[in-house]
């Protein structure tokens, strides 16, 4: 079975400083694939970036920036430069496994992000 | 243009109803998601469907049936609604198995009185 675990419930940044969102995962597959998503206050889930297993970079979009430590199971988000628009909850998810259900996502409980004028 | 819609946005009914929520991506995917969002923000994969495949969460109640009239379109139906029933609904979907990248709707609200 896999698990996505967020320790981070809420998090507050100041504006213009950077901030890392903790994402840990557990898995027996060897091919996997990890997503950050944001949500606004308004509900929509908007995709930020994604990490293949076997992808040998860590992967970046714009302002985010994902950590990906094999070894150590991890996919942090490090979103840089903070703005007032990024306040909003934040999901880290998996994809895993074989066959049909290789394409579902799990998604961890998520992270509150509270950015600080 | 819209790349995965829903409908209705917000839905409230009484306990032990039937309603349907409706689903439609114009991207061109092969692969359909329902998930339920509870009030503690924890979102949950309901159903995938890939190519008339369906993979049912053994979880979900069979009071929830997914029904797709073709490759655009994924409509939930709920059978005799309950309290617990009440949730975000987000519909899914994603072209490429490998990459995976799912495209979300906006959610539809759904509260049993």
């Known amino acids: 079975a896999q698990k996505i675990t967020q320790t981070q419930p809420g998090m507050f940044v100041q504006e213009k400083e950077a901030v890392t969102l903790d994402c840990t995962y557990d898995?027996?597959?060897?091919?996997?694939?990890l997503f950050w998503y944001k949500q606004p206050s308004s509900g929509e889930m908007i995709f930020l970036i994604y990490?293949?297993?076997?992808?040998?970079q860590n992967a970046t979009e714009g302002r985010y920036s994902l950590n990906f430590q094999k070894a150590r199971k991890s996919a942090n988000l490090v979103i840089s430069a903070s703005q007032l628009g990024d306040s909003a909850m934040y999901f880290c998810a998996m994809r895993g496994g074989s066959g049909a259900g290789s394409y579902q996502l799990t998604f961890g409980k998520g992270t509150k992000l509270s950015v600080i004028p | 243009d819209t790349a995965v819609s829903q409908t209705p946005k917000y839905l409230v009914t009484q306990m032990g109803n039937d309603k349907s929520i409706k689903c439609e991506q114009n991207l061109g995917h092969d692969t359909m998601y329902w998930y339920k969002q509870d009030s503690k923000k924890f979102l949950k994969i309901m159903f995938s469907y890939n190519n008339k495949e369906l993979i049912i969460n053994e979880t979900v109640p069979n009071r929830f049936s997914p029904k797709s009239p073709d490759k655009a379109h994924l409509n939930l139906h709920i059978n005799s609604l309950e309290l617990g029933d009440s949730a975000v609904y987000f519909c899914a979907s994603s072209q490429d198995l490998v990459k995976n990248e799912q495209f979300f709707g906006p959610g539809t609200r759904l509260t049993v009185l």
């Open positions: 990490q293949g297993s076997y992808d040998q």
């Open positions: 898995t027996s597959d060897p091919s996997y694939g």
